[in-house]
């Protein structure tokens, strides 16, 4: 199926990097991509291995992990749908990124894609754009790291989760309590936030005993009261 066909019924495609490409642009990407599904728990990019491949993220949610010298992973990052997957410009990867769920890619070759880029400085800059967004967020995650306690991170987590869930959550009714997955186990989530399994578990039923969130089973939870959520997020 043509890129052109793709694009047509693609979910993100407002929201992606492709979505402020003229027709000329998309004529050019056309030629390169195609789509793949990856199944969760499978790797698409290998840390230290040559850069192969760019993609837009249509479905799903991966994440980034580096390792630590003693062997360690470390969570660094999540892409969602509509995020940008790769390294253009890079050789080799810095990360290992590994679906978290099922998911599916626009995957374009990253040789040709950055000699579209080159070609396409409208398209670049676009690029550049998210790219500065991405190490805005890596900086507030660090403030997180460093000066929020285990409560605010958590709330700032849930809130940035519910932010994510858009269209793939549910309401009762339009103003009503959203419910969604999270893709993340609460020890993944320890290991991004900086927290231990039980540090996290623990503030997950403070937040529900508060009336603030549900907890109806499995990964699922509920905002119940976004305002409430939003302030134990706050720095004191």
Known sequence: MALSDLCTDCAVRDRALCGSLSDQELEALN????????????????????????????????????????GREQIVGLLYPADFVGQPFGEHADFTITALTDAELCVFP?????????????MEHLLLQRTLRALNEARGRMLALARKSAEEKIAGFLLDMAARAGSTGCRASPDG?????????????????GLTIETVSRQMTKLRSAGVIGLPGGRAITIADQAGLALRAEVA
């Open 110 to 122: 990253r040789r040709p894609f950055a000699r579209v880029l080159e070609n396409h400085g409208r």
């Open 177 to 193: 309590p959203l419910t969604f997955d999270l893709p993340l186990s609460r020890g993944q989530i320890a290991d991004v936030l």
């Open 31 to 70: 030629r390169l991509g195609q789509r793949r599904k990856v199944a969760r728990g499978e790797s698409v990019i290998w840390a230290g291995d040559e850069n192969l491949i760019c993609a837009n993220l249509l479905s799903g949610v991966l994440k980034l992990v580096a390792s630590t010298a003693d």
